[in-house]
């Protein structure tokens, strides 16, 4: 057991003595108000395992757990941004697409503990650097990530250490990787015994040897080997002496291999390996070809000396068995930092994030499995692996207590962190948050001349993990959750006054995107004055339409202006741009898509004067102009490519849905329901994209 | 043995100096590998400099990247059984697309006999939006983690490259950077003579003109009182008169609505008076938003304030362009340039400081003559003095070489790099120039022809110019095979090939072959299997006609083929070369071959996507010589 050594207390009503040299530092930096004022552990594979135990029983006696993760990128191309039009399920597209394409490269995990003899909170903040490195050989072929530029400029920005995270992260293997590999492991060794007995059949059929080169190497070798059996087997007694009077050969050093006399063979080219394969299996029934890993998992090669088949047959086993439980070993070191995550899922804690949904993603994807088509699935999937989240912008946003506390700053999490935990930023406190309601944290630092301890900044994984537990504690107190009450055993969870609170999840940045992670289903923001005010329109998808293609100086307010002068002056709602290249137009009546629709295609086939004169022509202009309702959207979305341009990827996706509407037609072919299915359900079948390259060259 | 020769010979041509010096280094530091100056962000100007002379005086240019990652899964690679020269394009400019180049190394070179001189540069890359105008280099790159694990054991220091890595525009983005930013200088706009004026013109003009002289004798007025003048009346100055100051100089700022107000002010200016200088100043979308003028004491002063805008644009397009400058430099020097594996890593340098790679070959070939005219792939040499089977690195193909010729090659880098630098990055372009000088003097030495010319090294090498070979084996050598296949140089059509998936993962070949034999009449003949990946092989006929033979029996149910019926049935599925010329044009990239294959056959795209001479007639697939041909546009 490690001695936790209290070094310093981190609120201003509460501070404790430096106790040895070491910690000089951080006593002296606590009155400043410099904001790096929590130590956070960094852990690479290098100091993993002892962290590893260390956390476990921290967890264990944890009260609840704050996470948060940094990545090397959010969006593959501008559009993937989430905007006021995305509906539930196209921010969940846009969140798998994030998720499945960039890498998280820091975890930071930070367990906290009510210490009621203190009346404090213990809290344990730790970095992990994680990086996926491949580490079996028998898993998927190629490991590759996106890095978002920004991204990696905003990590620079904070000093984000990339050396360690490449040189030094913590590998990983999800479930189901690992599933894989261990399903691929097996099947492999299958392969490997019927290999070997097709090797047998085919005996006749070896390379023959083409160069005189080889001819010769194999005609010493057979000589070699043969001296070498013949002196085990005339002089059992001695193999060390014999091996002294024939020291010329060096490379014939007889070691012993489970049991059994053997010489290793190295400094041999494959090619000559192959050769000496061939010796044996011609002339040495007596001896076995072994491939082994040794100690230092180093591979090596042996011939080894067998009494009869039946050894040889042991032998064969005893090596194959080797191989498996190496590799088995191999394969529970590379589930490396899954640990962690399995130990957050298996305690049943009760988790903390800060705007947590991509962090939630992050996790599944990383360390359970690939991400679900549907959002739906997603919850009930994450509700099994972490049945308890609490989303602590939810909770600034959710309660009114709180909310009047907040007035109207930013919920994000550093200035949120400043408004309501000043006592650790030692700022004046506010005075609307009383001195007495303040919660205590304390961080333990166990080595403090280890240099794996450092004074955490902002947005590094660890910091920001224990800022959103403070924060957190924090607004609990303020809720009046009486911390003294909760044992761990009964831990938050259970806590009445929380309840409302579990599992309601901000789905991305923009307001009232919430979902409840219990039913997947998207849950109303509880509004107040304030929001009900900045609140403009609601969004009606059904009234929208996507435009894209249209000329690169049409601005938002030609786009208002032509389609008013069509549809009438309250006709057109909102204009929104995606990009430069696409924009969002919602219309007031649900009618209007189609007749908008309509509208341009008669336009774009008739190609007289008054379709030039007509006020959509400028709209129209270039015949590159596309438009499309809002399920075409979604279907954009889900692609797997990502162009830049909005525009670009519309074009890549409907060359994919021409393929499928053909493809679709062909299998409806002569049933009578086709018609009928358009009938009913609109909304779910494909929408034929009006394209204006097309129509304008007929 | 051999090595000390090689010094010694290398110590006679060195004069006494050189050779003391040489000795001491080679005392001091005994395994340390040759300098190279590594370039970052804060030594960039300078180095740019040095090089730029050194390009100049060279014979050639060796270039080498290092790259984030190269072919995602094995099939991906150009494999040289697999590929014609159109699909190994569609390959290489997939990776080019994806990943980042945060190395890259020049080595202008020259040689004479058999000594070299050169001058190795490693540049530290990365695509940062240097100017803050939303056009970074690249919005977002792909890693392998292989590689980067590969670049960290080497102990590349990604923080330095991330945090001082040059940045760079391309050719097209800077001109699409330059649109958003606008013009900076006044001068660049193009005066056109006086049309005539109308009325609203002519308001326009009186209007400004009493502002200016207006303007202009307040800033006399100041000079001639030049009493000290506080903050507080210096702003209420500003607001009463509109005077401003760029710089130390006094300016004013006049509104302009578009193009035709801004060359009337322009017009106006130069009549009113001399030491006026007028700059554009650009709205967002590039479009004129303002003038701004500003007032010269003096011709000289002027003068000054022309060469002080002059700078200052100047260092704007170096911000911009910035590691392109380098691009540029190599490129308007027209000297030749010498790299291993061309396809690859000028599809790179294409994609990223040229123009976004063109879909079709051919079209990519002519945009990159016009940039770089002579190219020079040392592995089309390498093949042109015999059939190398592993020498798909440059490390390799060195060390081959090394084996198999003696040529002593004395590379000389005059310029040291400082010693506290890390130095063993970007070695890889010095291997690569002394293959090359090797290369150079075997062939010269067994075609008689080139002898004659013992001077001119680039002329005597025209005959190799411009001509690509891809490298079939990249990073990691694929698990030894019994390599029927390389033994001799031959030519399938690839009509004559069949692609075939959905047996189990991972079958050897052998195996798979052993499975098909007897099961039709067409393998009654000899053919070959060869797998692409562990999901798909590919069968080689090499009598014409039979895999379309194979191909119809399966298309049709395999009727009266009971034992390949089974195999159908098990899930066994075929296609000709047209379904993998579709993966690779249409970018279909699964990780197995056998998805994107079948990907391919369920989207039966129509002809449009398709380039017109991809189309339907049958290409040779060069039996383990495949290669591109510049010179064959």
Same mark, same amino acid.
């Given at each position: 057991? &490690?001695?936790?050594?209290?070094?310093?207390?981190?609120?201003?009503?509460?501070?404790?003595?430096?106790?040895?040299?070491?910690?000089?530092?951080?006593?002296?930096?606590?009155?400043? !108000?410099?904001?790096?004022?929590?130590?956070? &552990?960094?852990? %690479?594979? &290098?100091?993993?395992?002892? *962290?590893?135990?260390?956390?476990?029983?921290?967890?264990?006696? *944890? +009260?609840?757990?704050?996470? +948060?993760?940094?990545? %090397? #990128?959010?969006? %593959? *191309? =501008?559009?993937?941004?989430?905007?006021?039009? +995305?509906?539930?399920?196209?921010? $969940?597209? /846009?969140?798998?697409?994030?998720?499945?394409?960039?890498?998280?490269?820091?975890? #930071?995990?930070? =367990?906290?503990?009510?210490?009621?003899?203190?009346?404090?909170?213990?809290?344990?903040? $730790?970095?992990? $650097?994680?990086?996926?490195? &491949?580490?079996?050989?028998?898993?998927?072929?190629?490991? @590759?990530?996106?890095?978002?530029?920004?991204?990696?400029?905003?990590?620079?920005?904070?000093?984000?250490?990339?050396?360690?995270?490449?040189?030094? #992260?913590?590998?990983?293997? !999800?479930?189901?990787?690992? *599933? %894989?590999?261990?399903?691929?492991?097996?099947?492999?060794?299958?392969? /490997? @015994?019927?290999?070997?007995?097709?090797?047998?059949?085919? @005996? #006749?059929?070896?390379?023959?040897?083409?160069?005189?080169?080889?001819i010769l190497f194999t005609e010493r070798m057979k000589e070699r080997i043969s001296q070498w059996r013949n002196s085990l087997l005339t002089n059992t007694k001695g193999v060390q002496s014999e091996e002294n009077s024939n020291d010329s050969n060096s490379k014939f050093l007889t070691v012993f291999f489970k049991m059994r006399p053997s010489i290793r063979l190295d400094g041999f080219t494959s090619h000559q390996h192959k050769l000496i394969q061939q010796v044996i299996r011609k002339h040495f029934k007596d001896l076995a070809y072994v491939r082994t890993v040794d100690d230092n998992s180093l591979k090596q090669k042996l011939l080894v000396y067998t009494d009869s088949d039946e050894d040889r047959r042991l032998l064969t086993k005893e090596v194959k068995t080797d191989l498996c439980k190496g590799a088995e070993l191999k394969l529970n070191a590379a589930v490396g930092f899954r640990h962690v995550v399995d130990l957050l899922s298996s305690e049943g804690k009760l988790v903390v994030g800060h705007n947590c949904f991509l962090d939630i993603a992050h996790i599944y994807n990383k360390f359970i499995g690939p991400l679900p088509s549907t959002v739906e699935e997603f919850a009930t999937l994450v509700n099994k692996v972490f049945p308890f989240i609490i989303d602590t912008k939810y909770l600034l946003k959710a309660d009114n207590v709180i909310k009047n506390l907040m007035k109207r700053n930013s919920t994000s999490l550093s200035s949120a962190f400043l408004y309501l935990c000043p006592q650790f930023a030692s700022l004046p406190s506010s005075p609307l948050l009383p001195m007495q309601s303040s919660v205590k944290v304390e961080v333990q630092v166990d080595d403090m001349s280890s240099s794996d301890w450092n004074s955490g900044t902002k947005h590094e994984a660890g910091y920001d993990a224990i800022m959103t537990g403070c924060v957190f504690a924090q607004v609990c107190s303020h809720l009046g959750v009486d911390f003294k009450s909760c044992s761990p055993s009964e831990g938050l969870i259970h806590n009445e006054k929380l309840q409302k609170y579990l599992n309601y999840v901000y789905i991305s940045g923009q307001d009232g995107a919430i979902i409840d992670l219990k039913s997947g289903k998207q849950f109303p923001e509880p509004f107040d004055l304030y929001d009900r005010l900045r609140q403009r329109n609601t969004v009606v998808f059904q009234n929208i339409v996507l435009l894209w293609g249209f000329h690169s100086n049409f601005k938002p307010k030609d786009m208002k202006e032509c389609l008013t002068k069509v549809f009438g002056l309250g006709s057109v709602t909102s204009v929104y741009y995606l990009d430069e290249t696409a924009a969002f137009v919602q219309f007031s009546k649900e009618e209007l898509v189609s007749d908008f629709l309509a509208l341009k295609e008669t336009l774009e086939k008739a190609n007289d004067v008054i379709s030039v004169v007509h006020p959509l022509a400028k709209l129209l202009e270039g015949g590159k102009t596309r438009a499309a309702p809002y399920e075409v959207y979604k279907e954009i979305c889900s692609s797997s490519t990502s162009r830049i341009l909005f525009a670009e990827q519309a074009e890549t996706v409907n060359g994919q849905r021409k393929i499928w509407k053909v493809e679709f037609e062909h299998k409806s072919g002569s049933e009578e329901s086709c018609d009928e299915m358009q009938s009913t359900s609109r909304h779910h079948l494909p929408f034929e994209l009006i394209d204006a390259c097309t129509a304008g060259s007929q | 043995m051999r090595a000390r020769l090689l010094q010694k010979r290398r110590l006679c041509t060195l004069n006494h100096q050189q050779q003391q010096q040489q000795q001491q280094q080679q005392q001091q530091k005994p395994c340390r590998r040759r300098p190279v100056t590594q370039v970052t962000k804060p030594n960039f100007a300078q180095s740019l400099q040095t090089l730029k002379a050194q390009i100049a005086s060279a014979d050639y240019i060796a270039v080498s990247t290092c790259k984030t990652g190269s072919f995602a899964s094995p099939w991906r690679r150009v494999l040289p059984f697999l590929d014609t020269a159109d699909t190994a394009y569609f390959k290489s400019k997939h990776a080019a697309e994806r990943f980042q180049v945060l190395q890259f190394a020049v080595c202008p070179f020259t040689v004479s006999e058999s000594k070299v001189a050169a001058h190795p540069y490693n540049f530290h890359l990365f695509p940062r939006d240097e100017l803050n105008v939303g056009i970074p280099p690249s919005y977002s790159f792909s890693c392998q983690t292989s590689y980067l694990t590969n670049m960290a054991r080497e102990g590349f220091d990604f923080n330095s490259c991330i945090y001082d890595g040059i940045s760079y525009l391309s050719r097209v983005q800077e001109t699409f950077a330059k649109n958003r930013l606008g013009k900076p200088l006044g001068g660049i706009y193009p005066m056109k003579s006086s049309s005539t004026h109308s009325v609203a013109d002519s308001l326009f003009l009186e209007r400004i003109k009493s502002r200016v002289r207006n303007w202009m004798n307040a800033c006399k007025d100041k000079k001639e009182s030049e009493g000290p003048e506080d903050g507080l009346v210096r702003s209420l100055r500003k607001l009463i008169l509109g005077v401003e100051l760029h710089g130390s100089r006094p300016c004013m700022i006049i509104d302009v609505c578009n193009e035709r107000q801004v060359q009337l002010v322009l017009e106006m200016l130069s009549k009113f008076s001399s030491d006026l200088v007028p700059l554009v100043i650009p709205g967002k979308g590039g479009e004129p938003q303002a003038v701004r003028v500003v007032l010269a004491s003096s011709e000289e002063d002027k003068n000054l304030l022309e060469r002080e805008l002059q700078d200052v644009e100047d260092e704007e397009i170096r911000k911009i362009r910035g590691f392109r400058e380098v691009i540029d430099a190599i490129s308007s020097s027209q000297k030749p340039i010498v790299a291993f594996d061309c396809l690859h890593e000028f599809t790179f340098i294409h994609s990223k400081f040229v123009a976004p790679l063109p879909h079709c070959r051919n079209d990519f070939m002519c945009s990159l003559r016009m940039v770089f005219p002579h190219i020079l792939d040392v592995n089309h040499l390498l093949k042109e003095i015999g059939p190398l089977k592993k020498a798909g690195n440059v490390p390799a193909a060195f060390a081959h070489l090394k084996r198999r010729f003696f040529i002593p090659i004395d590379m000389e880098i005059p310029h040291q790099a400082p010693d506290d630098e890390s130095d063993s990055h970007g070695h890889r372009v010095l291997l690569t120039v002394n293959l090359f000088a090797k290369l150079s003097s075997i062939l010269k030495t067994t075609h008689a022809d080139l002898a004659d010319f013992p001077d001119k090294n680039a002329e005597s090498l025209e005959r190799y110019m411009n001509i690509f070979t891809p490298s079939s084996i990249g990073l990691q050598e694929q698990p030894e095979e019994e390599n029927v296949w390389m033994n001799e140089t031959a030519r399938v059509s690839t009509e004559d090939l069949v692609f075939i998936w959905g047996f189990k993962h991972g079958m050897p070949a052998e195996q798979l072959k052993s499975c098909l034999c007897g099961t039709h009449d067409v393998f009654s003949e000899y053919f070959d299997v060869r797998l692409a990946d562990k999901s798909c092989a590919i069968l080689v006929f090499w009598k014409p006609g039979l895999a379309k033979i194979l191909l119809d029996a399966m298309d049709s149910g395999s009727v009266g083929c009971d034992s390949l019926r089974e195999l159908v049935s098990e899930g066994l599925k075929a296609s000709g070369y047209e379904a993998y010329k579709r993966v690779c044009s249409l970018g279909l990239w699964e990780t197995d071959l056998a998805d994107s294959l079948d990907r391919s056959l369920t989207e039966q795209l129509q002809e449009c996507n398709m380039d017109a001479d991809c189309g339907k007639k049958a290409m040779e697939v060069y039996w383990s010589s495949d290669s591109i041909n510049l010179d064959e546009l």
């Amino acid at each position: 057991m &490690k001695a936790w050594r209290l070094i310093r207390a981190l609120s201003l009503s509460f501070s404790v003595a430096p106790k040895t040299p070491t910690s000089r530092s951080f006593c002296s930096s606590s009155r400043t !108000s410099s904001p790096k004022i929590f130590s956070v &552990k960094k852990i %690479t594979r &290098k100091n993993f395992n002892s *962290a590893l135990s260390d956390l476990r029983r921290q967890v264990r006696e *944890a +009260d609840f757990l704050s996470v +948060d993760l940094e990545m %090397t #990128g959010v969006t %593959t *191309a =501008p559009w993937r941004e989430s905007f006021v039009f +995305d509906r539930l399920d196209i921010l $969940y597209l /846009k969140i798998k697409d994030s998720v499945e394409n960039f890498a998280a490269v820091q975890f #930071g995990v930070c =367990p906290f503990r009510w210490d009621a003899s203190k009346d404090s909170f213990i809290a344990y903040p $730790y970095t992990f $650097y994680i990086f996926p490195r &491949k580490e079996l050989q028998f898993d998927a072929p190629v490991y @590759e990530f996106l890095c978002q530029t920004a991204s990696m400029e905003f990590l620079a920005k904070y000093q984000f250490d990339f050396n360690a995270c490449i040189r030094e #992260g913590i590998s990983y293997l !999800s479930r189901a990787q690992e *599933a %894989t590999a261990l399903s691929r492991l097996n099947s492999s060794n299958q392969d /490997k @015994e019927s290999s070997n007995e097709g090797w047998r059949l085919k @005996e #006749g059929g070896d390379a023959e040897l083409v160069s005189i080169a080889d001819i010769l190497f194999t005609e010493r070798m057979k000589e070699r080997i043969s001296q070498w059996r013949n002196s085990l087997l005339t002089n059992t007694k001695g193999v060390q002496s014999e091996e002294n009077s024939n020291d010329s050969n060096s490379k014939f050093l007889t070691v012993f291999f489970k049991m059994r006399p053997s010489i290793r063979l190295d400094g041999f080219t494959s090619h000559q390996h192959k050769l000496i394969q061939q010796v044996i299996r011609k002339h040495f029934k007596d001896l076995a070809y072994v491939r082994t890993v040794d100690d230092n998992s180093l591979k090596q090669k042996l011939l080894v000396y067998t009494d009869s088949d039946e050894d040889r047959r042991l032998l064969t086993k005893e090596v194959k068995t080797d191989l498996c439980k190496g590799a088995e070993l191999k394969l529970n070191a590379a589930v490396g930092f899954r640990h962690v995550v399995d130990l957050l899922s298996s305690e049943g804690k009760l988790v903390v994030g800060h705007n947590c949904f991509l962090d939630i993603a992050h996790i599944y994807n990383k360390f359970i499995g690939p991400l679900p088509s549907t959002v739906e699935e997603f919850a009930t999937l994450v509700n099994k692996v972490f049945p308890f989240i609490i989303d602590t912008k939810y909770l600034l946003k959710a309660d009114n207590v709180i909310k009047n506390l907040m007035k109207r700053n930013s919920t994000s999490l550093s200035s949120a962190f400043l408004y309501l935990c000043p006592q650790f930023a030692s700022l004046p406190s506010s005075p609307l948050l009383p001195m007495q309601s303040s919660v205590k944290v304390e961080v333990q630092v166990d080595d403090m001349s280890s240099s794996d301890w450092n004074s955490g900044t902002k947005h590094e994984a660890g910091y920001d993990a224990i800022m959103t537990g403070c924060v957190f504690a924090q607004v609990c107190s303020h809720l009046g959750v009486d911390f003294k009450s909760c044992s761990p055993s009964e831990g938050l969870i259970h806590n009445e006054k929380l309840q409302k609170y579990l599992n309601y999840v901000y789905i991305s940045g923009q307001d009232g995107a919430i979902i409840d992670l219990k039913s997947g289903k998207q849950f109303p923001e509880p509004f107040d004055l304030y929001d009900r005010l900045r609140q403009r329109n609601t969004v009606v998808f059904q009234n929208i339409v996507l435009l894209w293609g249209f000329h690169s100086n049409f601005k938002p307010k030609d786009m208002k202006e032509c389609l008013t002068k069509v549809f009438g002056l309250g006709s057109v709602t909102s204009v929104y741009y995606l990009d430069e290249t696409a924009a969002f137009v919602q219309f007031s009546k649900e009618e209007l898509v189609s007749d908008f629709l309509a509208l341009k295609e008669t336009l774009e086939k008739a190609n007289d004067v008054i379709s030039v004169v007509h006020p959509l022509a400028k709209l129209l202009e270039g015949g590159k102009t596309r438009a499309a309702p809002y399920e075409v959207y979604k279907e954009i979305c889900s692609s797997s490519t990502s162009r830049i341009l909005f525009a670009e990827q519309a074009e890549t996706v409907n060359g994919q849905r021409k393929i499928w509407k053909v493809e679709f037609e062909h299998k409806s072919g002569s049933e009578e329901s086709c018609d009928e299915m358009q009938s009913t359900s609109r909304h779910h079948l494909p929408f034929e994209l009006i394209d204006a390259c097309t129509a304008g060259s007929q | 043995m051999r090595a000390r020769l090689l010094q010694k010979r290398r110590l006679c041509t060195l004069n006494h100096q050189q050779q003391q010096q040489q000795q001491q280094q080679q005392q001091q530091k005994p395994c340390r590998r040759r300098p190279v100056t590594q370039v970052t962000k804060p030594n960039f100007a300078q180095s740019l400099q040095t090089l730029k002379a050194q390009i100049a005086s060279a014979d050639y240019i060796a270039v080498s990247t290092c790259k984030t990652g190269s072919f995602a899964s094995p099939w991906r690679r150009v494999l040289p059984f697999l590929d014609t020269a159109d699909t190994a394009y569609f390959k290489s400019k997939h990776a080019a697309e994806r990943f980042q180049v945060l190395q890259f190394a020049v080595c202008p070179f020259t040689v004479s006999e058999s000594k070299v001189a050169a001058h190795p540069y490693n540049f530290h890359l990365f695509p940062r939006d240097e100017l803050n105008v939303g056009i970074p280099p690249s919005y977002s790159f792909s890693c392998q983690t292989s590689y980067l694990t590969n670049m960290a054991r080497e102990g590349f220091d990604f923080n330095s490259c991330i945090y001082d890595g040059i940045s760079y525009l391309s050719r097209v983005q800077e001109t699409f950077a330059k649109n958003r930013l606008g013009k900076p200088l006044g001068g660049i706009y193009p005066m056109k003579s006086s049309s005539t004026h109308s009325v609203a013109d002519s308001l326009f003009l009186e209007r400004i003109k009493s502002r200016v002289r207006n303007w202009m004798n307040a800033c006399k007025d100041k000079k001639e009182s030049e009493g000290p003048e506080d903050g507080l009346v210096r702003s209420l100055r500003k607001l009463i008169l509109g005077v401003e100051l760029h710089g130390s100089r006094p300016c004013m700022i006049i509104d302009v609505c578009n193009e035709r107000q801004v060359q009337l002010v322009l017009e106006m200016l130069s009549k009113f008076s001399s030491d006026l200088v007028p700059l554009v100043i650009p709205g967002k979308g590039g479009e004129p938003q303002a003038v701004r003028v500003v007032l010269a004491s003096s011709e000289e002063d002027k003068n000054l304030l022309e060469r002080e805008l002059q700078d200052v644009e100047d260092e704007e397009i170096r911000k911009i362009r910035g590691f392109r400058e380098v691009i540029d430099a190599i490129s308007s020097s027209q000297k030749p340039i010498v790299a291993f594996d061309c396809l690859h890593e000028f599809t790179f340098i294409h994609s990223k400081f040229v123009a976004p790679l063109p879909h079709c070959r051919n079209d990519f070939m002519c945009s990159l003559r016009m940039v770089f005219p002579h190219i020079l792939d040392v592995n089309h040499l390498l093949k042109e003095i015999g059939p190398l089977k592993k020498a798909g690195n440059v490390p390799a193909a060195f060390a081959h070489l090394k084996r198999r010729f003696f040529i002593p090659i004395d590379m000389e880098i005059p310029h040291q790099a400082p010693d506290d630098e890390s130095d063993s990055h970007g070695h890889r372009v010095l291997l690569t120039v002394n293959l090359f000088a090797k290369l150079s003097s075997i062939l010269k030495t067994t075609h008689a022809d080139l002898a004659d010319f013992p001077d001119k090294n680039a002329e005597s090498l025209e005959r190799y110019m411009n001509i690509f070979t891809p490298s079939s084996i990249g990073l990691q050598e694929q698990p030894e095979e019994e390599n029927v296949w390389m033994n001799e140089t031959a030519r399938v059509s690839t009509e004559d090939l069949v692609f075939i998936w959905g047996f189990k993962h991972g079958m050897p070949a052998e195996q798979l072959k052993s499975c098909l034999c007897g099961t039709h009449d067409v393998f009654s003949e000899y053919f070959d299997v060869r797998l692409a990946d562990k999901s798909c092989a590919i069968l080689v006929f090499w009598k014409p006609g039979l895999a379309k033979i194979l191909l119809d029996a399966m298309d049709s149910g395999s009727v009266g083929c009971d034992s390949l019926r089974e195999l159908v049935s098990e899930g066994l599925k075929a296609s000709g070369y047209e379904a993998y010329k579709r993966v690779c044009s249409l970018g279909l990239w699964e990780t197995d071959l056998a998805d994107s294959l079948d990907r391919s056959l369920t989207e039966q795209l129509q002809e449009c996507n398709m380039d017109a001479d991809c189309g339907k007639k049958a290409m040779e697939v060069y039996w383990s010589s495949d290669s591109i041909n510049l010179d064959e546009l």
